[in-house]
């Protein structure tokens, strides 16, 4: 089955059992059943058999899943079979927490460069990783044919990144600026706003049954304005 017929949301997840997998061969667990990727994951065990029948069967009823395997096929289901070369815009914090991250921490990924525009970073390095000049960003897209970049920049300078990329020959981009970027036809953009997500979590930070007494009071009292205005 194509890539394009499946969800998004599964797609998402591949990468989280990915993860797993790695953990577990790493502590020598040679099989997992769907329940104990459960555990691990947050998700279902029918969600996780689900997902990965979308693909094929890949396990044995009532043994499970083969760890090394499974993680085999996951690999080549994304497209990690071979190291994907990316390019990060943008060597401020995030750029670079980033840039570090993936260069010590993800064995699928090589950063091959990041570019900015400040004159005082370009030129240094982010580990072993050079900074070098946005002028010469869309030589260097073309010349090792990238497909994959980072937009760690600010707002204002996301969308001309994007418009450069693109032209350039990328067509997925992670989209860490604080706006949506218009892109072409066939250009994936997965935004990742990290002031939104830190927002949504403040839900959980407050004590639930004080805030439906205080929505509860508040929604009274608007009742009680319309009535007085009727």
Known sequence: MSKISISKSVIKRLPIYLRILDQLIERDIELVSSKQMSKESGFTAEQIRKDLAYFGAFGTRGAGYTTSFLRDKIINIIGLDKTINTVIFGAGHLGT??????????????????????????????????????????????????????????????????????????????????????????????????????????????????????LRKENGKDK???????
């Not at 390095?125 to 260097?140: S, T």
């Not at 009680?224 to 009727?230: F, P, R």
């Open 224 to 230: 009680s304005s319309k009535l007085l205005i009727e």
């Open 97 to 214: 927490a980033f840039t570090r991250y993936n260069a010590a921490k993800n064995p699928y990924i090589n950063v091959a460069a990041v570019f900015d525009r400040d004159s005082r970073l370009v030129g240094k390095k982010i580990d072993d990783i050079r900074i070098y000049p946005i002028d010469e960003a869309a030589e260097f897209l073309e010349q090792n044919r990238i497909k994959v970049a980072i937009i760690a920049v600010p707002a204002g300078d996301a969308q001309g990144v994007a418009d450069l990329i693109t032209a350039h020959g990328v067509v997925a981009i992670l989209n860490f600026a604080p706006i949506k970027l218009k892109v072409p036809p066939g250009v994936y953009v997965h935004n990742a706003d990290l002031t939104l997500e830190l927002q949504s979590i403040i839900y959980y930070s407050s004590e639930e049954e004080e805030r439906k007494k205080r």
